[in-house]
């Protein structure tokens, strides 16, 4: 066998080598992204399932207050609770496009 074509053999087991590792690395990282965005996304369930709780909660429990307030203090329980839901999905948003970039 020539030598030419013996360099250019070791040379391209070589650059294989290189390239399975490099491909080895890429999808260990990738698994670990994955599995952080997991957690992530169990988090924000977590905390959008207990901020609708707490406002479905207000609302079928109202209390002596809420009722002496002629109902306003409901609403105005209803609608943080609710903005805070909205606070969540924004800030779940942002979190999914500042990893996706």
């Known amino acids: 066998m020539p030598t030419w074509l013996t360099t250019i053999f070791s040379v ?13 690395i890429y999808q260990k990282n990738k698994q670990i992204q994955g599995k952080k ?11 959008l399932g207990m ?4 406002a ?8 002596p207050k ?4 002629s109902m306003s203090g409901t609403w105005t329980g209803l609608s943080s609770a609710l903005w ?12 999914h496009i ?4």
């Open 84 to 95: 805070k839901v909205k606070e969540t999905y924004s800030q779940a948003y942002h979190k």
């Open 66 to 69: 809420t009722m002496s307030d």
């Open 12 to 24: 391209v087991i070589i650059l294989g080598i290189f390239a399975w590792i490099g491909l080895s």
């Open 37 to 47: 965005k997991e957690i992530e996304r169990k988090e924000d369930k977590k905390m």
């Open 56 to 63: 479905v909660n207000f609302l079928t429990s109202p209390t």
């Open 98 to 101: 500042i990893l996706i970039i």
């Open 51 to 54: 901020y609708l709780t707490t």
